[in-house]
């Protein structure tokens, strides 16, 4: 058969186009045979047609999309086409080898495509930790996020666990809203506190069941919504009531990642049908290293989302604390990066010499009694390798040992099970400078210690002084009031972003390290447990991501008129960047020796308190972006591959990335001329006249300057510009590097702070 070279949808009656479409593919040449080997899915974007407004439906959108494709089935019989996406994306995803990709590429209609991609996914005590109550403030406020709607797209739940239940100790949850338009594939699944649960597996159906090993979809959704489940623990440690950030709210669950892939094209067509079911909220632990946006099939998704409404949270990714390593920067999306809390699950290890190493855990609560050899793999003068690898331990002896290992590929877990069976009897995880103060509370399969890289120097200092090095492990239980607090994760992504043109992200942090939540299955070892509510500590800006998610249910809960962008804003503008010792938050990474800076910490760490009642907001209306993307020389069919409509950049007022409207600002300073930025806040306090005022804590060697420094407001939704403008007064750093500051408007009842961010071009 001869492969079509145009393709031109002329809204036709749909038996028509069916017909032609037959027609073609049974009458035309032979159909050559397709090595199935070399066919891949691949998601396709095309131009929308003039008028396709006045789609007749579904099956008429669908048959558009296979009028691109050589044929509609595989020699084997499975359909070509997977996906006909009809909101988040104009397009669908299909089957296809690169040579018929490259043959669609000349059809009229066709933008860009790009083959699938795998997806990698990135509490009894947080909520309480991030400063929600049952007795006052926010909760109380907005009734736990009752009425609310969360859209999480992950690996699943496991049904009938107490977070996905109707709470015991809490009232009982209201029926799901009017505004519901999505339904339950398993009912299984569902009762009023999840009311959709549905998967997305290649075009495939089946029931969205976590898989019990991972458990990640359980954990996040637990975050972000579970309901409070009394004695909650992990094997006996931080015991509590376990509590989702916005325990009342409804949760639906969208399977889009299994034992087997975690693909983008399912993860979009789960983002199409959370919007078309009427979700609030979409929590979205995935990432994929960034790129243009317009390659970035999940962040034009997350686009048509925000345009609708919806408030995206995206984790920052976990390959910190390497610069320029952030994930998911969009800017209408939030991006969300990992801090620690204070809750310790303590391990203390006890050198011969007597000096004692405080670690973490999740080993269960008993002692090493006897005193064991210590033995590093890979230490100066022994033999094997670092990392407790299958083959770390050649030609070294460890039976009977205490192990000392670095962390290097894999879980902690399965460096543990190296060890155990090479015959140790103990695991110390010691941390590098890179990883820094960071330890985690893994439940383990043998006694274990994590520290953090003060103790490897101590650890390496004993053991260079003592040719027969000795320790003991003492396991202490859960304590409360580690200092400092909260600190930033090493593995949390770091900026600037080389994509977005300079806008400063993450946007924000939350809690991230050893969070408790739902899982599938009794973690840690021993015999198979029966079907249960269980718990288990996990780590990462996945678990990061749902605590932003909650608490923007929480918001909207409280104020129904905000806007995504507003809700951002608010978030933003009052987070925390001191910590509960009033000192500037810090970077584990570093030993926590030093502040983080704005591209770890993005605006501070979340204040959900403080966000209901910013003051003002820096407001962002979808068209916005579209003047911002045309302001980052993207081609017409790049912003329209985006917008999901056809974009003439030259008709529109495009504007610089640091112009657009965002709560924080962040700008590329040449060191001979000035740059001035404009802003917009609109007031949200309903009542009274309220004055504020600009206070710069500018960046070394830049001069800040707010024109008008003083902004009144007497009304709700009132608006005030001001220009800022920039210039270098002090010695200029060198090409690339950047000094940060702060920009408060000030009044006597709020405090709006935007961080600032300059880079010396």
């Known amino acids: 058969m001869e492969r079509r070279k145009k393709s031109s949808f002329l809204f036709l009656p749909s038996t028509t186009i069916l017909f032609l479409l037959i027609f073609i593919d049974v009458h035309g040449q ?121 859209g999480v797209i992950d690996s699943g739940i496991v049904p009938g666990h107490a977070s996905f239940l109707e709470s015991t100790v809490d009232k009982p949850m209201p029926p799901r809203p009017q505004k519901w338009k999505g339904k339950c594939q398993f009912k299984r699944f569902c009762n009023n506190k999840v009311i959709g649960a549905v998967s997305f597996q290649a075009g495939k159906s089946g029931p969205p069941r976590d898989p019990k090993k991972e458990g990640h979809g359980s954990h996040c959704a637990g975050i972000a919504a579970g309901s409070m489940v009394p004695d909650a623990d992990v094997r006996g440690m931080a015991k509590g009531t376990a509590s989702g950030v916005a325990p009342r709210a409804h949760l639906a669950i969208y399977q889009s990642c299994t034992k087997a892939s975690c693909a983008t094209s399912d993860t979009v067509k789960a983002m199409e049908q959370a919007i078309d079911d009427g979700v609030d909220v979409l929590s979205i632990s995935l990432g994929r290293s960034a790129r243009p946006f317009y390659k970035d099939t999940m962040g034009i998704a997350a686009f048509s989302a925000v345009s609708k409404g919806l408030v995206v949270c995206l984790p920052a990714g976990n390959s910190g604390p390497d610069i320029s390593s952030i994930e998911n920067d969009e800017p209408w999306a939030m ?70 290992c670095y962390i290097e590929k894999g879980t902690f877990v399965e460096m543990g099970k190296n060890v155990k069976a090479a015959g140790g009897k103990a695991m110390i995880i010691a941390n590098t400078f890179r990883e820094g103060s960071t330890t985690f509370s893994d439940v383990h399969v043998l006694p274990t210690a994590h520290v953090n890289d003060s103790g490897l120097s101590i650890l390496f200092e004993y053991m260079n002084s003592d040719p027969n090095p000795t320790a003991t492990i003492t396991f202490n239980g859960t304590f409360f009031g580690a200092r400092p607090s909260p600190t930033i994760a090493y593995f949390s992504s770091r900026g600037p972003s080389l994509i977005n043109g300079g806008i400063l992200k993450p946007d924000i942090v939350g809690p991230g390290v ?17 079907p249960g509510s269980y718990f288990n500590f996990q780590s990462g800006t996945s678990m990061a991501t749902p605590h932003l998610a909650g608490v923007a249910a929480l918001l909207k809960c409280t104020h129904k008129n905000w806007s995504s962008a507003a809700i951002k804003s608010a978030i933003m503008t009052t987070a925390d960047r001191l910590d509960r010792d009033l000192k500037p938050i810090k970077d584990d990474y570093n030993g926590s020796s030093d502040p983080a800076d704005l591209f770890g910490l993005g605006a501070g760490q979340v204040n959900p308190q403080a966000a209901n009642d910013p003051g003002l907001v820096y407001d962002i209306k979808p068209f916005h972006y ?8 993207y081609s017409n069919d790049n912003v329209s591959i985006i917008a999901g409509r056809q974009i003439q950049c030259d008709n529109i007022n495009k504007i610089m990335p640091e112009d657009l409207n965002y709560p924080s600002i962040s700008v590329t300073l040449d060191p001979k001329t000035k740059k001035n930025i404009t802003r917009q806040l609109t007031n949200v306090v309903d009542g009274g006249t309220e004055v504020y005022h600009a206070v710069v804590e500018e960046p070394n060697g830049i001069s800040v ?57």
């Open 30 to 150: 032979t159909l050559p045979i397709v090595d199935e080997k070399q066919v891949h899915t691949y998601i396709v974007h095309v131009r929308r047609p003039e008028g396709s407004d006045d789609f007749l439906g579904d099956e008429d959108r669908v048959t558009w999309h296979k009028s691109f494709l050589p044929n509609t089935t595989l020699d084997s019989g499975e359909p070509r086409l997977v996906y006909s996406y009809r909101e988040v994306i104009s397009g669908f995803a299909a089957r296809l080898t690169s040579d018929e990709v490259r043959d669609m590429e000349s059809m009229e209609g066709f933008l860009y495509a790009q083959q699938d991609e795998e997806l990698s996914p990135r509490t009894t005590y947080t909520p309480n930790f991030i400063g929600l109550s049952q007795w006052h403030g926010l909760w109380v406020d907005s009734f736990k996020g009752q009425g609310m709607i969360i």
């Open 335 to 404: 991006t969300v990066g990992a801090s620690s809390h204070d809750r310790r699950v303590k391990a203390t290890v006890k050198l011969g010499n007597g000096t004692e190493l405080e670690g973490q855990t999740g080993y269960e609560l008993s002692t090493l009694n006897s005193s064991l050899p210590i033995v590093f793999p890979g230490f100066p003068g022994q033999n094997g390798t670092t990392g407790c690898l299958k083959d770390s331990f050649d030609n070294i002896d460890v039976k009977g040992k205490i192990v000392v």
């Open 514 to 530: 050893n969070v408790l939540s739902a899982f599938p299955v009794k973690p840690g070892p021993g015999p198979k447990a029966p």
């Open 626 to 633: 579209i003047q911002y993307l045309c302001g980052l020389g």
């Open 705 to 761: 300057d707010v024109s008008p420094n003083t902004l009144r407001f007497s009304k709700l939704d009132q608006k005030r510009k001001f220009t800022v403008e920039f210039e270098v007064t002090g010695v200029p750093l060198s090409k690339g590097e950047s000094a940060q500051g702060q920009l408060l408007w000030i009044s006597g009842k709020h405090e709006v702070r935007s961080p600032i961010s300059v880079t010396f071009a």
